[in-house]
């Protein structure tokens, strides 16, 4: 398929694969920030590729992994409702909650709903004009322009019966904060291209200067990837600390700036827990004064309640590239797919999930083989 | 065990342990939740050897004769998509898990649940359209049933197809048969119903419309028999697509499977599609194709029958057969590197970004 397969050509994954190898004198720790670029490096197996002393963390960007507790038990009062048509990407439906995740609302009578865009929440709150309609905002920069227009659309159309429960992230800050943690091993980073055809690149120079990091603005195919990883092996062994775009083909320097304007209109930054991770100073987005009528959380008069995750979940460490996921004692034992303690277990971008899908069952299956040789 | 897993729990734990005291729609959506269902629910209460034997149909005797017995249940949205309708998939679905298990599909029963208020010209219409794909099939239906449920309790009509074969070879065409070695052919591209219907239910439009694969390929199983091809195994690759249809034989046999992405056609509207969403397609559902499990020495027969058959142009070799007891299978991806295919627990999910 075209401008796929170009990205997934073997051959010149392994060409690219050995360049790193060739230039790489000693050991570098380098963080993807984007869970779907851990999606990828696990799926098509890259850091197989790649030689031992390149150490990949997987970073804080999947929405899904990121969303507080307290703001999924908000979405799950939310959807219990009567009269609620709750309306969400797919994949925040099996994220568990305190006590239960959407997917059981739906099974229990809730109407819960899978969209593909915050646009078709505003159509179906345009067809059920008696019912009240929100849509469960998450996500970073890359899924803000599309809310703030869904927003922008109900308010220019007077509709009175739609709302956002948001909870959207920003990255640069997540980052800023990984980079000020006395345990970071991070010494360079891949940037999500997404969120950088978004938002440009120039934010991302203060943070590459005042640490002293290379920032590699970098897509999601496997070849991506790999040449992310070089252009940042090569400023780390070269002593640069630069922005590099390795993604040109979609991200400009001062990125989408209609989509911009139009996230600054309707929504303001905010303080924002990253579940896992802590409070985050002016790390996320929240409505405008302007647009406040169409916030959730006020029209349904949520009160915050704080909840605990589980004891023995270390998606925090996981999520900050301190601890890798079969670091984790229930890694695979109580925590699976099926029984997830934490989020980085549910979504495909958590990398816990990421891990258990593609790695864990290798193991085993070694495992047994080598077993099974024994035997023989 | 997961009522022991939760006692452990304290109040505060995030597992979503809650919602397993009610069936939930990923319980219906081919990966493992619904493998549990079976395993824990299904099989200790029924228990039968054929049930057991997890294959798409049973082979029962009968008078001295082996019959494949099997019965699907159709609840498709939207009743008419690109490429077929609700009873088209009924007839030729059920026609299909016959032909999985080698039989001559003969007959076919149809039971009909209607919402109240469907339209009389829409049941005539699929009433129409199965007894075309029966003719195409080469079945009779022969009995059936009507039912129908008051307004909001059905979604339009839901069809139950179960049908009955006859076994005129001497293979057991089953998982257990699987040999280390054998090789694995896909009769063609995969994950076309599955986008298919995802594209009209969510009005999603592509360049071209995706037409779903439905149809019977009794026929051409029919010729891979008669032209003596020592089948061990067969699946036709609906809900969970050829990635859960993998797993569940590698499970049940307990034998390894190795396979090569790049031999894995895939149509381009169906990829874009994928792309666009974030799915898989090997878990994509297919109505029209299957996968084939037969000794090496078979396969190039077996693959050439194939591709001169309507139904099975773009078939291919997919992998093997390993040895190991693992009961795992390991594809190897397009730039090189090996990964495991699981069994997802439910549908796939489209992802946030």
Same mark, same amino acid.
């Given at each position: 398929m075209k401008f796929i397969d170009e990205y997934r050509d073997g051959e010149a994954a392994r060409r690219l694969a050995g360049e790193i190898r060739r230039i790489t004198s000693r050991q570098w720790s380098i963080m993807e920030v984007c869970g779907g670029q851990t999606h990828s490096i696990v799926k098509f197996g890259i850091d197989q590729l790649l030689?031992?002393?390149?150490n990949l963390i997987h970073g804080p960007g999947c929405p899904v992994c990121v969303t507080p507790l307290e703001t999924i038990d908000k979405a799950i009062e939310i959807a219990s409702r009567q009269n609620v048509i709750f309306c969400s990407?797919?994949?925040?439906?099996r994220v568990p909650g305190t006590s239960q995740d959407l997917f059981s609302v739906k099974a229990k009578g809730g109407d819960v709903r899978i969209v593909y865009s915050p646009l078709d929440a505003v159509k179906i709150a345009k067809e059920n004009p008696g019912k009240e309609v929100v849509f469960f905002?998450?996500?970073?920069?890359?899924?803000a322009p599309a809310n703030a227009a869904a927003v922008f659309q109900a308010s220019q159309e007077g509709l009175k019966n739609f709302s956002l429960l948001v909870s959207h992230a920003l990255v640069p800050p997540a980052m800023e904060a990984i980079l000020s943690s006395p345990n970071s091993r991070v010494q360079g980073f891949l940037a999500a291209g997404h969120v950088c055809a978004v938002m440009?690149?120039?934010?991302?120079e203060p943070i590459a200067q005042k640490h002293k990091v290379p920032i590699v603005v970098t897509g999601f195919e496997p070849l991506d990837i790999l040449e992310g990883i070089y252009m940042c092996v090569k400023q780390l062994e070269e002593g640069r600390a630069e922005v590099e775009n390795q993604y040109a083909r979609a991200v400009r320097?001062?990125?989408?700036r209609h989509a911009q304007e139009l996230m600054r209109r309707v929504f303001c930054i905010v303080h924002r827990k990253w579940r896992g991770v802590g409070s985050i100073p002016a790390s996320g987005l929240g409505l405008a004064e302007e647009y406040s009528a169409y916030d959730a959380e006020k029209r349904f008069g949520l009160a915050s309640k704080s909840a605990e995750e589980?004891?023995?979940?270390?998606s925090g460490l996981v999520l900050q590239g301190? /601890?890798?996921?079969?670091?984790?004692?229930?890694?695979?034992? /109580?925590?699976?797919?099926?029984?997830?303690?934490?989020?980085t277990m549910v979504s495909s971008e958590g990398a816990c999930a990421a891990y258990f899908r593609y790695r864990f069952m290798k193991q085993k299956a070694e495992a047994a083989e080598s077993l099974d040789g024994k035997r023989g | 065990m997961m009522e022991e897993e939760r006692k452990?729990?304290? @109040? +505060?734990?995030?597992?979503? @342990?809650?919602?397993? #005291?009610h069936i939930l729609l990923a319980h219906g959506g081919g990966g493992r939740l619904m493998s549990s269902l079976v395993e824990k629910l299904f099989l200790p209460v029924f228990g039968s050897r054929q049930l057991g034997a997890r294959h798409d149909g049973a082979v029962v005797e009968a008078g001295g004769r082996l019959l494949a017995f099997t019965t699907d249940s159709y609840v498709v949205r939207?009743?008419?998509f690109p490429g077929g309708d609700i009873g088209k998939l009924a007839v030729n679905g059920t026609a299909n898990d016959l032909a999985m298990c080698g039989a001559k599909p003969l007959y076919i029963s149809a039971a009909f649940i209607l919402e109240e208020g469907l339209p009389i010209e829409t049941l005539s219409k699929v009433v129409s359209s199965m007894q075309e794909a029966a003719s195409a099939a080469g079945v009779s239906i022969v009995t059936g049933d009507t039912k129908v449920v008051d307004?909001?309790?059905?979604?339009g009509m839901f069809v139950n197809t179960a049908g009955i074969g006859v076994i005129e070879h001497a293979?057991?065409? #089953?998982?257990?048969s699987i040999q280390p070695g054998d090789a694995i052919l896909l009769s063609g591209d995969i994950g076309r119903h599955g986008t298919a219907i995802m594209a009209v239910r969510e009005g999603l439009q592509f360049e071209s419309t995706i037409e779903s694969?439905?149809?019977?390929v009794a026929g051409l199983v029919g010729e891979l028999l008669e032209a003596g091809v020592e089948i061990h195994c067969m699946r036709d690759?609906?809900?969970?697509g050829l990635g859960c249809a993998l797993v569940e034989i590698a499970e049940t046999a307990k034998r390894g499977i190795k396979i090569e992405e790049a031999s894995i056609p895939v149509a381009e509207e169906v990829r874009g599609a994928c792309e666009m969403l974030g799915l898989d397609a090997i878990y994509v559902a297919n109505e029209g194709r299957f996968i084939a499990f037969v000794p090496e020495k078979d396969s190039a027969k077996a693959l050439d029958i194939m591709r001169a058959h309507p139904l099975g142009r @773009? +078939?291919?070799?997919i992998g093997k057969v390993a040895e190991g007891s693992a009961g795992l299978v390991t594809l190897k991806s397009a730039v090189g590197t090996s990964r495991i295919i699981d069994m997802p627990s439910g549908e796939q999910l489209p992802r946030i970004c």
């Open positions: 030689p031992h002393h390149i990407f797919g994949d925040m439906l905002a998450v996500g970073f920069e890359t899924t440009g690149y120039a934010e991302y320097r001062g990125g989408n589980h004891p023995e979940c270390i301190i /601890r890798k996921p079969f670091e984790c004692p229930q890694f695979g034992k /109580r925590c699976t797919p099926e029984t997830p303690l934490g989020a | 452990g729990f304290p @109040s +505060a734990c995030p597992a979503p @342990s809650a919602g397993r #005291e939207p009743l008419f307004k909001g309790k059905g979604d293979l057991s065409i #089953e998982p257990a694969d439905c149809a019977c690759l609906t809900r969970g @773009s +078939a291919s070799k």
